[in-house]
């Protein structure tokens, strides 16, 4: 169906696995814009094929030139229709083309979103750990010592924690989060909404074990854990009780490791009320 679009970027999420949940609207402007400006057009030619879309394509993504980008911008100052999209999902989730947006804002160019797919959101609502209040990260730095930085950052934040990873970084990176974070409920997702689509759940050091046990799994994986609990962000009673019971008869420091062993709550933070209940109060 051909229809007049107003001149603009827009921004068209495209399915994650299953191609059969492109919607009616992206197919539409898909359909009608000038171009599609698209992360590698060998996949997304796959989609267009799929759907009978004739609409021409140009390669846009992280190492794109400044002269790719001033082609984009060109069209929509010419009040040219031109669609965005990514590999799978929603453009601009952990990829470049938020840069592309930030041009457009600044040019004051039309833009509009087409909602769709996005594996965190997928992930999410499939790992059975709270979905009420959540951070998506995106993916961990691959250098060991930043990494364990960003998780540490991370540690007594509240909140379900989302991020994206690699099937051969997936050993090290739940490793380093059981280290940082301490053994929290977690669960992994791939192949989302593929045939196989396997979503695993467990306890951080349950997930470690099971995958440092077998080859690494195949496709991109989104890894959902659970975030401080507020009972125990806000001193659970019950915890206070442990430290107290054990300062009786233990260092700060062995208490600290011992409960923090027991628990799954990180040394630093049983730690830091350790030494509170110890100190004398007024």
């Known amino acids: ?38 992360e590698d057009t060998r996949v997304t030619g796959k989609l267009l094929f799929r759907y009978n879309i004739k609409t021409p394509m140009k390669a846009y993504h992280e190492h794109s030139t400044k002269r790719v ?10 009040d040219k229709a031109v669609a965005i999209v990514s590999d799978a999902g929603t453009p601009t989730i952990s990829d470049p083309g938020y840069k592309l947006i930030k041009l457009c804002i600044k040019n004051n160019y039309y833009i509009s979103a087409i909602p769709g797919a996005s594996a965190a959101i997928t992930g999410l609502v ?19 010592e930043k990494k364990s930085n960003e998780l540490a950052g991370l540690v007594n934040i509240p ?34 909404t593929k045939k196989h689509e396997q979503v695993r759940r467990g ?19 989104v890894l959902i854990v659970g975030g401080m609990e507020e009972k125990i962000a806000a ?6 009780q442990i430290i107290i ?12 490791i011992e409960v ?19 100190k004398p109060k007024n």
Do not use: H, W
């Not at 499939?126 to 250098?143: A, D, H, M, V, Y």
């Not at 001193?235 to 206070?240: G, H």
């Open 203 to 221: 306890q951080l050091n349950d997930l470690f074990l099971y995958y440092k046990s077998i080859p690494p799994p195949k496709g991109e994986l």
């Open 1 to 38: 169906m051909t229809i007049e679009l107003r001149g603009g970027l827009y921004i068209v999420s495209t399915p994650i696995g299953n191609l059969k949940d492109l919607s009616a609207r992206a197919i539409e402007i898909l359909e009608n814009v000038f171009f599609i400006a698209c």
């Open 69 to 78: 980008k001033d082609k984009i911008l060109s069209a929509i100052s010419e």
């Open 260 to 278: 923090s062993d027991e628990t799954g709550i990180t040394k630093k933070l049983v730690y830091a009320r350790a030494l509170a209940l110890s």
């Open 126 to 144: 499939l790992s059975g750990i709270p979905t009420n209040r959540f951070l998506f990260f995106g993916f961990l730095s691959s250098k060991r």
């Open 235 to 240: 001193v659970d009673d019950n915890l206070d």
């Open 159 to 192: 909140t379900t924690l989302i991020f994206y990873e690699s099937p051969k970084r997936l050993v090290g990176t739940l490793q380093t989060m059981i280290k940082q974070l301490g053994n929290r409920p977690a669960a992994i997702t791939r192949e989302l």
């Open 245 to 256: 019971t054990r300062l009786k008869s233990k260092s700060l420091r062995d208490t600290s």
